[in-house]
């Protein structure tokens, strides 16, 4: 089994900072990407950052310059930074991992239960 937590959320002014977690733990053999999705009411779940098992990033263009995810992999975790909060950036955070369970078997997505962010204005 293999579970996704996080944490970090919260309510923050329009121009504040937040940073999330997310750790994976349970029987695994390796993680691939690791990423984190926002939804806000109303709205479709989105692609907000995603890291790769070498490093490589992507950002939504919604957040660039303003977030910055990063991942410690002898931790299993993956980390989002966010600065200079907007209101439109109050959703909820989910984070998500591509996981490797057995020798034979591809990698699989995972989710988180996901993690509030209100940005008031």
């Known amino acids: 089994q293999v579970q996704l937590v996080e944490s970090g959320g919260g309510l923050v002014q329009a121009g504040g900072s937040l940073r999330l977690s997310c750790v994976a733990s349970?029987?695994?053999?390796?993680?691939?990407?690791m990423g984190w999705y926002r939804q806000a009411p109303g709205n479709q779940r989105e692609l907000v950052a995603i890291?790769?098992?070498?490093?490589?990033?992507k950002y939504a263009d919604s957040v660039k310059g303003r977030f910055t995810i990063s991942r410690d992999n002898a931790k299993n975790t993956v980390y989002l930074q966010l600065n200079s909060l907007k209101p439109e950036d109050t959703a909820v955070y989910s984070c998500?991992?591509?996981?490797?369970?057995?020798?034979?078997?591809?990698?699989?997505?995972?989710w988180g239960q996901g993690t509030q962010v209100t940005v008031s204005s």
């Open positions: 998500n991992a591509g996981v490797k369970t057995t020798w034979y078997s591809g990698f699989r997505d995972y």
């Open positions: 890291v790769t098992s070498d490093g490589r990033t």
């Open positions: 349970g029987s695994f053999l390796s993680i691939n990407a």
